[in-house]
């Protein structure tokens, strides 16, 4: 049986108990961010989507990252007050490293949970890059990083 509010309770347990992986994560996006040129506003960006994702990927998956945020999504999905159908994994439709960070998606009997950790921002007509989008380094701490959404299914 589900929580009054599935997207809440899986937020909640997120920020409480998985803490450290959220952390992880937006280290990650530091050290990819790093030697990235600087937007006029001081952020790091790149105009290179494809790279941002490969180099994300490269840096979760050598500091273990990755391989703990199936397990981080069958938490929020069991704070939310339900379970998943089948074991999750590091790679769709589970865990899918997007231009902006990783999205964790969770689909269960009545809905689909989707919890995203926002390392990076799209900003279009950047100052300071030239490229009609870039992609901006986020510093953010994990409460502002993270989203939860619950998508109730249609009947």
Do not use: K, N, Q
Not at 94 to 116: C, N
Request: hydrophobic share 50%.
């Amino acid at each position: 049986m589900s929580v009054d509010d599935p997207a809440a309770a899986a937020r909640a347990h997120l920020l409480d108990e998985a803490a450290d992986s959220i952390d992880a994560v937006l280290a990650a996006a530091d050290a990819v961010a790093g030697d990235w040129p600087r937007l006029a506003d001081g952020r790091p960006a790149t105009a290179d989507r494809e790279a941002l994702v490969a180099e994300l990927h490269t840096t979760l998956d050598d500091a273990g990252v990755l391989e703990t945020l199936p397990e981080t999504l069958a938490g929020a999905v069991d704070a939310a007050g339900y379970a998943l159908p089948a074991t999750p994994v590091a790679a769709p439709p589970y865990v899918v490293l997007t231009s902006t960070g990783p999205v964790l998606r969770g689909t269960v009997d009545d809905g689909r949970l989707v919890a995203r950790i926002d390392c990076f921002e799209v900003v279009r007509r950047p100052d300071g890059i030239d490229a009609a989008v870039a992609y901006a380094h986020r510093a953010a701490r994990p409460a502002a990083a993270l989203s939860v959404s619950f998508v109730a299914s249609e009947e």
